[in-house]
């Protein structure tokens, strides 16, 4: 087991480092840059545009000469290689490179980058002046608030309902069931937020639950009761949402393993001594059933944490790292992309891990260092 850790752990480092030059490659290559982004708002508001770098210091400052060049970058007729740039003032555009770092080479810029991040330096953020790591800090209990929640009903819709159906097994109510599991595989989490919204929050129909935000404004001043209750109020359709999108295939896991041990010859003899069908059901099969759906339990959390939520939390504006990232994305603030991307990447990889770790916690006949290739 100690040498396997450490192959896996030794495996953590390239794949970490092969992920982030893939995606540094693609978004370095993709329009739209934060320069780009910088000349559209000097050709919306020349005089008064300012931006926030993610200089050292992390302090805003504003773009240099940019606001004794705003007339001349308006009226000016150099050219540029950045879309949209064509009369901007090619000192204003070499300073934001230099700024920016965009004047080394690319492989200069992403060993630089992977070397703050190897001690956890994740920059600031080009547009919000603040460290990456303070805006993840600010946006983590939210994501958190709705993976826990999530993945618990998750676990408790789908674990009842996989080992119902699998003691139905060909039954009406395996076949009516499967058809409901079914729609929810293939209807996106999103798709049902935006039913929710049209029924329950004021889209046209009931106007029972509230569109915006975890929390009301005055949560604050509200005693600890109301305090929780408004809480849950805020995040039922998000919850319902996520559930709904999200219990399909820990149900039909479930099922399946059930399934599997059912057949296995020592049920046939829990059942030849006289046992109960419940005894050996929960006293036998569940044990063993449950192995493969407990180890996946991190996985699954941070499957919904990281990528299940991102189109919730913008649809029902919640201020999570979902909302974060697609922000980030929209407006190429690239120390958020790859600070929140070396993250999510890393916490993804130990998570597998751990749970390759649990499956041979609940099952000691598991040992992956005796495997032959």
């Given at each position: 087991m100690l040498m396997y850790l450490l192959r896996r752990l030794a495996l953590i480092v390239p794949t970490l480092f092969g992920i982030m030059a893939l995606n540094f490659l693609i978004v370095q290559a993709a329009p739209g840059g934060p320069i780009e982004q910088i000349v559209a708002r000097l050709q919306g508001n020349a005089v008064e545009a300012t931006v926030r770098f993610g200089g050292g210091s992390g302090g805003e400052t504003q773009a240099?000469?940019?606001?004794?060049?705003?007339?001349?970058?308006?009226?000016?007729?150099?050219?540029?290689?950045?879309?949209?740039a064509q009369g901007v003032d090619p000192e204003l555009i070499h300073e934001l490179e230099v700024q920016f770092g965009f004047d080394k080479p690319l492989y200069e810029r992403f060993g630089t980058m992977m070397g703050r991040y190897l001690r956890f330096d994740f920059?600031?953020?080009?547009?919000?002046d603040e460290r990456v790591m303070d805006l993840v800090a600010s946006k983590?209990?939210?994501?958190?608030?709705?993976?826990?929640?999530?993945?618990?009903?998750?676990?408790?819709v789908s674990i009842p309902l996989g080992i119902r159906k699998a003691v139905k097994d060909g039954t009406p109510f395996d076949a009516l069931s499967s058809a409901v599991v079914i729609v929810g595989h293939a209807i996106p989490s999103f798709l049902f937020a935006v039913v929710l919204v049209v029924?329950?929050?004021?889209?046209?129909?009931?106007?029972?639950?509230?569109?915006?935000?975890?929390?009301?404004?005055?949560?604050?001043?509200?005693?600890?009761?109301?305090?929780?209750?408004?809480?849950?109020?805020?995040?039922?359709?998000p919850i319902t949402a996520l559930v709904i999108g999200g219990f399909a295939s820990l149900t039909l896991l479930t099922k399946n393993a059930f399934l599997d041990e059912i057949h296995k010859q020592y049920v046939l003899t829990a059942r030849a001594k006289g046992l109960t069908e419940r005894r050996v059901l929960y006293g036998h099969v569940f044990r063993n059933a449950m192995l493969i759906v407990i180890a996946g339990f991190p996985a699954a959390f941070v499957g919904i944490l990281f990528t299940g939520a991102l189109l919730i939390e913008v649809i029902f504006s919640l201020d999570g790292l979902g909302l974060l990232g697609f922000e980030a994305a929209m407006n190429r603030d690239y120390p958020v992309m790859f600070g929140t991307l070396y993250v999510f990447?890393?916490?993804g990889l130990v998570t597998n891990l751990v749970g390759d770790m649990l499956y041979m916690v609940t099952d000691p006949r598991i040992d992956f260092d005796v495997r032959r290739a």
């Open positions: 240099p000469g940019m606001a004794d060049r705003g007339h001349e970058a308006a009226v000016g007729a150099t050219s540029s290689r950045y879309r949209g920059g600031t953020s080009y547009f919000r983590l209990p939210v994501s958190i608030s709705l993976g826990l929640w999530t993945t618990l009903l998750v676990y408790l029924l329950f929050a004021g889209g046209r129909y009931a106007d029972w639950f509230p569109l915006r935000g975890l929390v009301s404004e005055n949560w604050a001043d509200l005693a600890w009761p109301a305090r929780i209750a408004d809480y849950f109020w805020h995040i039922t359709l990447t890393l916490v």
